[in-house]
């Protein structure tokens, strides 16, 4: 009696014990554990943000950041004569406090999507688009702000991590795509 007792008790212990490890490694609860005790890798598109003041203007970006590995990226991955969304997954969302001018193109305070057409020859042009909150591949011409002209050299050097900046130059600032062997550079002034 008391040998049944006890495998009954080590039946029901074994039981709890396999009910709690489904559980929490369903919910995500064994801290993205993995066998051996290792993390789980970064994803390959993290998302990033940056916050910068120019010229008075509070900016801020959000986008996630694509790696190159090993891929040709402008004309091949993303292809000439395509909307690019400037990132990965979601869309990059950008957020100013004061009024840009980029060359004639005016940006009022709010927040907004980028997207790049990306053209062979060199001339991108940066997009400011109305609509937030969506997938970075839906994107939607029609809620087109602004066309910006970019000015794109490049980086003689490779740049696995896709990155933008916001700087300031001149009496005022530049938004900056780096990726791949690109640079790209869209100029304002604040008002």
Known sequence: MSISRSLVR????FAAVSV????AAAQGGMGGMQMGGAKSQTPPSPRDSLAATVAGADIKVNYGRPSKRGRVIFGGLESWGKVWRTGANEATHFTTSKTLDFGGKTVPAGTYTLFT???ENGKWQLIVNTQ????GTAYDKTKDLVRIPMTVTDTNAVVEKMEIQVKPAGKGGQIIVVWDTYKAVAAFTVK
């Open 10 to 13: 080590s039946a029901v212990a």
């Open 20 to 23: 709690f490890s489904v559980s």
């Open 117 to 119: 057409q990306l053209e």
């Open 132 to 135: 937030t909150k969506q997938w």
